[in-house]
């Protein structure tokens, strides 16, 4: 399809479902029915050339579906549901009606704590980001059949939860909020960490997943985890054609070839962060992207500011209970004060359940061995850590380093 | 994150089961296709396939040339693959769970109870950039 076109109904996906589902309230069906109106669409446009309103064009196909679908259920049920024809009769002469956050609405639907993970991650890029159900399948490497099914599922979580399509009370709104930046960081990490060589597919994820959390930054300016969620997927997204090589394979950010990281995104993501910072109220994505940047503006790995990056993993420490971030801590202390400081906060870890069975452990471990000169040892850890991984690049990489140091061994 | 449930036996096991009376033969092959299908509805189902019975499973080794040499000689004790189903769940207790309920599939005589089900994960790509 023309990429204009979809980046169009794309950007109007949520402003159509938001107008559809206050008119008709049936967020399911509502879904489908704006689906269909994507799909004429994509079909028409590119031949008929774009309507002169692309969302009342879009917002009346989707009206017609709507009627069509209650129609044939009401001749089924042999009585008319008079109200939703009014409402159906009215919507085809009222201008389309649009309510600036009704993208927010529904992403705070869609990312409701009463779906799983990965069903409010299929039904925010359906519903919210416009994606075709082919489209997530492909992305998530899963059959069409079964991300349909998770997508149905999602819905139906939705309607058995009494999920409302409004904002969140004042006092429900920050957690909720939180709870759609997961998910949309989620996204971001799928597309971001497991694409390798030229599986677009998933980049596109990533790229979504900006694009949406640009939008609920220009609904939400004020928010500064919202900005600094903005900012951290920028600027890690920045290195991305750096990450790895044409085979694939990982490439460690200390060699990575800094030439190649996207300076006009890490200037975007630099001045959003030093514009937010300041408001107050620094969460943990603030305090990631802040991490992220100075990484980003070391134009050496040796120039990399390690005070100030452990500073800040320091607080971010303070702030999470995440034991990955206490990983990162020990390597930034190992960084500053030298690896016999980070192995000593790796023994303290080891203790943490969630860490004990899991391979970043030995990797830096080994890491932090290697530099204190156990040759040894380092490649035992590497190989133990090659033994716990889930990614096939990652496992490359860690058994490519043990044998590195057991050549050296031999030699 | 993708998990493989491998279902295995030994020649003696598929021996076994291709004697099954008619009954369990019928309510076994019932259970699989549910399975299957409670997958799919469940929205986890990724992929599966049942392989041919291990009687004209071959060794396959290269000789001179790459020229395939076979051997089709296993010891007893050798485990056959017979078919694996391949989800996409949350975690790896959500396949534990599942791979038990395919462990409780209705067997016949002494198959009868739980069947062992190997899991394993099946790899993705990069995970999160290591710091370095």
Redesign the interface.
């Given at each position: 399809m023309d990429i204009p076109i979809e980046r169009l109904l794309r950007e109007l996906t949520p402003q159509v479902l938001g107008a559809i589902v206050r008119r008709f309230g049936d967020f399911a069906a509502a879904e489908d029915a704006v689906q269909e109106s994507l799909l004429a669409a994509a079909m028409e446009w590119p031949r008929e050339g774009l309507p002169d309103n692309p969302r009342s064009w879009l917002t009346q196909v989707a009206s017609r579906r709507m009627v069509d679908q209650i129609r044939s259920e009401s001749a089924r049920r042999r009585r008319e549901n008079e109200t939703a024809l009014e409402a159906a009769r009215t919507s085809q002469s009222r201008a389309a009606d649009l309510r600036e956050d009704d993208a927010l609405v529904l992403l705070f639907m869609c990312c409701h704590p009463a779906l799983t993970l990965s069903s409010a991650i299929a039904l925010t890029l359906r519903a919210v980001g416009g994606l075709s159900t082919a489209e997530i399948a492909h992305a998530f490497l899963v059959p069409e059949a079964t991300m349909a099914q998770r997508i149905s599922r999602a819905k139906q979580s939705i309607k058995s939860s009494g999920i409302r399509f409004q904002l969140p009370t004042p006092e429900e709104r920050a957690q909720r909020l939180r709870a759609v930046l997961h998910v949309l960081y989620l996204i971001f990490n799928e597309g971001y960490t497991t694409s390798t060589g030229p599986n677009l597919v998933r980049t596109e994820l990533s790229h979504e997943a900006i694009r949406l959390t640009r939008m609920v930054h220009k609904l939400q300016p004020d928010d500064t985890e919202v900005a600094g969620l903005l900012s951290l997927m920028l600027l890690t997204d920045a290195r991305r054609l750096a990450r790895t090589n044409a085979e694939g394979e990982l490439i460690p950010l200390a060699h990575q070839d800094r030439a190649l990281w996207n300076q006009e995104q890490i200037a975007e993501g630099v001045a959003l962060l030093s514009a937010t910072l300041p408001k107050g109220s620094v969460g943990p994505y603030q305090l990631q992207a802040a991490i992220a940047a100075i990484h980003d503006e070391a134009t050496q790995a040796h120039d990399t500011d390690w005070p100030q990056i452990l500073a800040l993993y320091d607080l971010l420490r303070r702030m999470s209970g995440n034991p990955m971030v206490a990983l990162n801590h020990a390597v930034a202390s190992a960084m500053v004060h030298g690896p016999a400081k980070g192995l000593e906060l790796l023994d303290v870890l080891q203790a943490d359940t969630r860490l004990a069975d899991h391979h970043r452990l030995d990797a830096v471990r080994a890491h932090l061995l290697e530099l204190t000169g156990d040759r040894a040892e380092a490649a035992r850890c590497y190989r133990a850590a090659a033994g716990k991984t889930g990614s096939l690049p990652e496992r490359n990489y860690l058994l490519t380093q043990a044998a590195r140091l057991s050549a050296n061994e031999a030699s | 994150?993708?998990y493989m449930l491998l279902m295995t036996g030994t020649k003696a096991d598929f021996q076994a089961y291709a004697q099954w009376p008619k009954q369990d033969l019928q309510a076994n092959i019932a259970f699989m296709r549910a399975f299957s299908k409670e997958l799919?509805?469940?929205?986890?189902?990724?992929?599966t396939e049942g392989l041919a019975f291990p009687d004209q499973a071959k060794m396959v080794r290269a000789g001179q040339d790459a020229e395939p040499i076979t051997d089709g000689v296993f010891p007893e004790s050798k485990e056959f693959l017979a078919g694996y189903w391949i989800i996409?769940v949350?975690g790896p207790e959500e396949a534990y769970k599942i791979a038990a309920r395919l462990s409780a599939a209705p067997g016949s005589g002494t198959m009868r109870g739980s069947m062992p089900i190997e899991v394993r994960?099946v790899?993705?790509?990069?995970?999160?950039?290591?710091?370095?």
């Open positions: - | 994150m993708k799919k509805d469940a929205g986890v189902f990724v992929a996409d949350e994960q790899m993705s790509g990069a995970p999160e950039e290591s710091r370095r």
